[in-house]
C-alpha cells in the first residue's frame, strides 16, 4: 500500500484478473439496506489524528438508497464464484476475509453477483452508521479486541479474524473498522471542500482507496475517515472487500 506500508505486507504487482464464473450470489450473502441521506465527510471536530487528505470536512448528500454487504467478502463466498483463487494466508479459513485480490478482480467478482463496489461516499456514511461527528463505527471511544464487543476490531494482530467476530455497527454491518482494508470504487482523486450529490472519484486510474484499516495497524488507522491509496494492480494479505449494489426502484 502507499504511504503507509508496513514491513511485513506482502505486496506483488499482477496483470491478470483471475478466472470468474457470472453466476448469482453464494447462498450465505447478506445485505444491508443503507438509506439515502446526508452527511459530513471527512475527519470529524473531535479527532486530533487527521490525515492532510481527510479535510476538509464537507457535506455529502446521497439520494438514493443501496445495499451493502453485511461482511466482507469471504474466502468461501469468493470461492463459490472465482475459479482460479490466489493462495490464502495461513491463519485463513473459509470464514475469514478473502485477501490477495487486486481491484480489478473484486470489482469482477462485486459484477459477476449482480453488484459493485462501493464508492468511497456510501463507504464511509455506511460505516458511520447514522452516528454525527463519530470517529470510530461505534462512537469515540478506543476499539477493543474483545470478541462480540460493540466497539470491537481486529487491530495490532498478526492476523485477521472470522468475519462478524465482533459486534455490527447501527446499520448491521460488521468489520468496518479493523479485520482487512477494503476497496473502494473511487481512484484517489475525490475529495474536496464542496457539498456534493452522489459523488464519485475518476472512473478510471492505476490508484484505488481502501477504507476501513487492518488486523496489524494501530487505532489510528481504523478511524472512519482514514482512507488510503493502493495500486490496483498490487495485492495485499490485509486488503479485501465487500459489495455494494442498487436498489430496485
Known amino acids: 500500500?502507499?504511504?503507509?506500508?508496513?514491513?511485513?505486507?506482502?505486496?506483488?504487482?499482477?496483470?491478470?484478473?483471475?478466472?470468474?464464473?457470472?453466476?448469482a450470489p453464494p447462498a450465505d450473502v447478506a445485505w444491508?439496506?443503507?438509506?439515502?441521506?446526508?452527511?459530513?465527510?471527512?475527519?470529524?471536530?473531535?479527532?486530533?489524528?487527521c490525515n492532510s487528505d481527510e479535510v476538509p470536512r464537507?457535506?455529502?448528500?446521497?439520494?438514493?438508497?443501496?445495499?451493502?454487504?453485511?461482511?466482507?467478502?469471504t474466502v468461501k463466498m469468493y470461492r463459490a464464484?472465482?475459479?482460479?483463487?490466489?493462495q490464502q494466508p495461513p491463519w485463513s479459513t473459509p470464514e475469514h476475509p478473502v485477501v490477495i485480490v487486486t481491484w480489478?478482480?473484486?470489482?469482477?467478482?462485486?459484477?459477476?453477483?449482480?453488484?459493485?463496489?462501493p464508492t468511497e461516499a456510501e463507504w464511509e456514511y455506511a460505516a458511520r452508521g447514522g452516528r454525527e461527528g463519530a470517529i470510530f463505527p461505534w462512537g469515540d471511544e478506543a476499539p477493543s479486541d474483545e470478541?462480540?464487543?460493540?466497539?470491537?476490531?481486529?487491530?495490532?494482530?498478526?492476523?485477521?479474524?472470522?468475519?462478524?467476530?465482533?459486534?455490527?455497527?447501527?446499520?448491521?454491518?460488521?468489520?468496518m473498522a479493523g479485520n482487512v482494508w477494503e476497496w473502494t470504487a473511487d481512484a484517489s482523486t475525490l475529495y474536496t471542500a464542496e457539498?456534493?450529490?452522489?459523488?464519485?472519484?475518476?472512473?478510471?486510474?492505476?490508484?484505488?482507496?481502501?477504507?476501513?484499516?487492518?488486523f496489524a495497524d494501530d487505532s489510528s488507522n481504523l478511524r472512519v475517515s482514514n482512507r488510503t491509496p493502493n495500486q490496483q494492480s498490487r495485492i495485499n494479505v490485509n486488503v479485501g472487500f465487500r459489495c455494494a449494489r442498487d436498489v430496485e426502484p
Not at 500500500?1 to 453466476?23: F, K
Not at 480489478?104 to 459493485?116: K, N, V
Open 147 to 175: 470478541p462480540h464487543s460493540p466497539k470491537g476490531a481486529v487491530f495490532e494482530s498478526d492476523r485477521a479474524q472470522p468475519v462478524k467476530t465482533f459486534g455490527p455497527n447501527r446499520y448491521g454491518l460488521f468489520d
Open 104 to 117: 480489478d478482480e473484486a470489482a469482477t467478482f462485486c459484477e459477476a453477483i449482480g453488484g459493485r463496489l
Open 32 to 49: 444491508a439496506t443503507i438509506p439515502a441521506g446526508t452527511f459530513q465527510m471527512g475527519c470529524v471536530p473531535a479527532d486530533r489524528r
Open 58 to 73: 464537507h457535506a455529502v448528500k446521497l439520494t438514493r438508497p443501496f445495499e451493502l454487504m453485511v461482511t466482507e467478502v
Open 81 to 86: 464464484v472465482v475459479s482460479d483463487v490466489e
Open 1 to 23: 500500500m502507499i504511504g503507509r506500508m508496513l514491513p511485513w505486507m506482502v505486496v506483488v504487482a499482477v496483470s491478470t484478473v483471475a478466472g470468474q464464473a457470472p453466476g
Open 195 to 214: 457539498a456534493r450529490v452522489d459523488p464519485e472519484g475518476a472512473l478510471a486510474g492505476s490508484t484505488r482507496v481502501v477504507r476501513g484499516g487492518a
